[in-house]
């Protein structure tokens, strides 16, 4: 058993999105995306399938050109190679679910490039 919390330890950045692998599983890989209020993650791809879950706050987030609403405690899953970008409209914690075989330094590079 392994017991993480996403609301502890919120180290929210001014100048950049913040990631933060929070858990691995045997299956799974957990992180933790921190955006301020209008802080944007550019448009980007996953390899794999990807669930996203609104653990505070609110985020546009643009797939294939259509701009989706969500809100604390909505979850959208995506399949692999999809398109897709994030605009915080207040601060916000997402949490991002990645499949074992994907890389969360991706993630990580996507932030720093955004």
Do not use: W
Request: hydrophobic share 40%; no cysteine; glycine share 4%.
């Amino acid at each position: 058993m392994n017991i993480k919390s996403f609301n502890k330890h919120l180290d929210y950045n001014d100048n950049r999105i913040v990631t933060k692998v929070i858990l691995e599983t045997s299956f799974s890989k957990e992180i933790r995306i921190l955006l301020k209020n209008r802080q944007t993650m550019k448009e980007h791809k996953a390899p794999l399938p990807i669930i996203i879950h609104i653990l505070e706050g609110k985020i546009d987030f643009g797939v294939e050109g259509e701009i989706i609403s969500l809100e604390k405690g909505d979850v959208i899953t995506l399949e692999s190679n999809i398109s897709h970008d994030l605009t915080a409209k207040e601060d916000s914690i997402v949490r991002l679910t990645l499949s074992k075989l994907d890389d969360a330094n991706r993630v990580k590079k996507v932030a720093q490039k955004s």
